[in-house]
């Protein structure tokens, strides 16, 4: 709409300059095309709002519904009777917590839109605080912690109002309007193009590359008197005019180097200057100078910029426009002088070889009126040039640095050198010539000290006694001369003590009786609007106190009091012990006096509310209803409404009858611990929204069950993966389903499968059975599936395993004529060892089987995918005693042998 009205208004003033017969094309078709033109270069998705300038147009008037919708979000309602309750209960008691929660709401509302707005500005930053930190001692980089991207924009939309630049070089890219009007009219946007011609329809091809604006507008004047005599007549009295109106100008490339923190080439508007550019760059770092800023151009220095003269004066900055292929190079700091103390900015700064004391003062922004002009303290490390050994050190000298000519102090020249710390010292505060008075006085606080001063006068002076003041002794303070106090005690009640005379420096405190004496307090608490304490006053009654709190006297709040017995505690005499008063509060409130006590210190009154008399029923559902649990009695509730609050049945429901389980009401003697009740319910009553009047009404304490449908199957679900053709989740077809035939079913087994290996889960447990025998047509040996069961189906493994106590426990491969004997032996048999010796294998099958190889008749068979385990038992010490006797026997024994053949040879 904006636009619109802009070229409607656009198109009404400019149609008294041109006529239709004489103008190429309308105002209204050239905004428009323009507008056409930079939509199409421009990238919908990479442009973006700034939220400063979103914030701002919704913060305009008229807009106001706009931001309250992105500020505000609706409340979520509370899902549940109970929540719901406790709201209205919480309203009740407190009705202004609405407003309250609202301007809260919109308190942090705004906020947090605060919040985001600086937060949004500080993000486009490079590192803002990072930098902040390098130079805030430093005086003058703050100049540069400017957001580069707003810097810019403010600069593009100062330049559309901003005065013509005569200087400004005409190039490529530049684009401007063309206004002719009077005996002539027409309007043009003409381009300069890459080779730096512009074309005027009827006029020609004029060459402007090179020219200031200047020059271009005489040259135009004279191109144009060519064609529209008019324009420069030779009687000097022109009847045609033209303006030109620059809407683009061409951007100037700049090389900025040295100390900032992003050097480089930058692309900038031809208005800009040294200051801009710097922005741009991200600012002067702090080892840069700021006093000796050379702008380069065509490789000769043409200006040096000092930023210090520009922050203290305003100058030296527009003065200088850049021009494309100009370099601004920022060298390192000359020096670096600390100025501390009393001064209007205390921080670093950079000095120039003929600048002293006298310039650091007036760039610091002067001295305080709480600085001492008579001395400066420098500390300064020696000077490079003045060293005359090897060890540096640093003095600390103080110097007259003022004096006063014509009633004006003047900073005396003195020479700085780099590192000095200046320090301006603070004068003493010291305050002589006043009394001071505080207390229970109208207006606290110090005057001025007249001679012959009295006790009164200071009084009358602060406005004269509060009410409360406890004038039977006041404080007085009094200072000597050798600064020691004295204290003195004043009776006000005595009249002559207003005509104490006071003394230089005297202080005087008059106490309040409320610091002295404790005020009479009572307590409400309980079910009260407002519980809490009460400074009582004399006379005060129950009831008062009961009224100044909130009172009882809506029927709401009434109703759940209980009125029957308030508890008043009042301490006994001896001030420790209390004893306890009650009260009727249903008299109280009807006006009985002999109920409407009057109250003394430190009373404490509590009222109860009806849940003293009064147990909330709670109700019970459970099974197959949406939301199970403990649900408020309400009165003549219907099992059907309590299936309402559990939010309605389960899929699988038994919806025609539930069970209520009811807490038996018989003599304990009995043994029944309840009553079971089945309650036909009213059909299809949530579709419908209809229900039959029932006789069956819930009590407390009723556990209501749901029962689920006979006829209800839910779909039971089997997983098989591995060698299957298609392995996957499958719905068991019928309760008889085996395992044979849900392999089938997936398409049956692939060439690769090994049967005996299956791996069979249910319920997280391994089946263990002969898969090869349940995987026959015979139906005695088939696996009924259940719901969850988990098959395995794995390829052919081609191996045996061998583990436990053999020398090359491992993988060995199978070969269907060999025993267990010869994989244990293939694995390199039994481990010989003196303390543990091998005890019977056990072969462990695919399938889950197992057993033992106890050697006597037959080794069982090893199937191939099967384990062998060898265990190890440790070597039994008597055994190991008869072996070792055998051993020596035997060898005694054949000793024997030897000797007696030996001697039957020789007889």
Known sequence: MAILALCFISSTFFSRLYSQEESAESLIDLEFNKIQEEFQQSDPVEESIPQSKLLEELQKPGNEHLLEQLKNGEKPRANYDGEIEQEISNMKEDPDALGKDMTDEKTSTEEEDKKLKVASSLEKYFDKNEYFESIREFYGYTLFLQDPEEAKQNKQQAAIYAPRNPNHIVGPGDSFFLTVWGDTEFQTRLVVSGEGTIYIENVGVLPVHGLTLEEFEKKLKGTLSNKYRTINPPNGKPTTFFDIYFDKLSIISVFISGEVNLPGPYELSPNSSIISALIQARGVTSKGTLRNIELIRNGEVYKVFDVYNYLQTGKDVTDVMLKNGDNIFIGTRMNTINLEGEVLFPLKYELKENESLTELIKYSGGLLATSAIDKIQVERIVPLEQRASPI????????????????????????????????????????????????????????????????????????????????????????????????????????????????????????????????????????????????????????????????????????????????????????????????????????????????????????????????????????????????????????????????????????????????????????????????????????????????????????????????????????????????????????????????????????????????????????????????????????????????????????????????????????????????ISAAGGTVADLEYISAKPVIYYPGGNARVDDGWFSSPDVKEGSRIVVPKIKREADKEWRTEIRAWLGLITSAITLVILYQAANN
Not at 421 to 437: D, E, G, L
Not at 468 to 497: C, F, G, H
Not at 708 to 730: A, M, N
């Open 392 to 823: 540096v050190y640093t003095t600390i000298f103080d110097a007259d640095f003022t004096k006063i000519e014509n009633d004006k102090i003047l900073v005396l020249p003195i020479k700085l050198y780099d590192r000095d710390i200046v320090k301006v010292h603070a004068i003493p505060k010291i305050m002589m010539n006043f009394v001071s008075i505080n207390g229970a006085v109208f207006r606290k606080g110090r005057y001025h000290f007249d001679k012959n001063m009295t006790l009164g006068d200071l009084i009358q002076k602060s406005g004269g006694l509060l009410a409360d003041a406890w004038i039977d002794k006041i404080e007085m303070i009094r200072t000597r001369p050798d600064q020691n106090k004295e204290y003195l005690s004043v009776n006000l009640k005595d009249e002559k003590s207003f005509s104490i005379e006071l003394s230089n420096l005297d202080s005087l405190n008059i106490k309040s009786k409320w610091d002295l004496l404790s005020k009479k307090v009572v307590v409400i608490s309980g079910y009260i609007k407002e519980p809490g304490f009460e400074y009582l006053a004399d006379s005060t009654r129950v009831s008062d106190l009961i009224f100044s709190r909130g009172g009882i006297l809506d029927e709401w709040r009434k109703n759940r009091t209980y009125l029957l017995r308030a508890e008043l505690t009042r301490y006994n005499p001896d001030g420790v012990t209390t004893s306890i008063i009650n009260l009727n509060l249903e008299k109280l409130l009807n006006g009985d006096r002999t109920e409407d006590l009057i109250l003394q210190d430190g009373d404490q009154l509590r009222i109860f509310n009806h849940y003293m008399i009064y147990n909330e029923g709670k109700v019970y559902i459970s099974g197959y209803v949406k939301n199970e649990g403990l649900y408020k009695l309400s009165t003549n509730m219907t099992i059907e409404d309590l299936i309402l609050k559990a939010k309605g049945f389960r899929e699988g429901a038994y919806e025609y009858k539930a069970v209520v389980f009811r807490m038996n009401q018989v003599e304990r003697s009995s043994d029944s611990l309840s009553q079971v009740y089945e309650i036909e319910l009213t059909k299809d009553f949530l579709k419908k929204g209809e229900i039959s009047k029932s006789n069956f009404i819930l009590r407390d304490n009723d556990h209501v069950v749901i029962r689920r449908s006979p006829y209800y199957r839910d779909l039971r679900k089997v997983t098989i993966s591995g060698e299957v053709l298609y392995p996957g989740v499958y719905s068991l077809v019928s309760i008889n389903e085996t395992m044979r035939n849900l392999i089938e079913r997936a398409g049956g087994l692939t060439s690769e499968a090994y049967i005996d290996g299956i791996v069979f889960s249910r319920d997280s447990v391994k089946v263990v059975s002969d898969f090869n025998r349940a995987y026959s047509k015979n139906e005695k040996y088939g696996i009924i599936m259940k719901d969850m069961d988990d098959i395995y189906i794995p390829k052919h493994p081609g191996t045996v395993s061998v583990e436990g106590f053999v020398y090359t426990p491992g993988l060995i491969k199978f070969r269907s004529d060999w025993s267990v004997g010869d994989y």
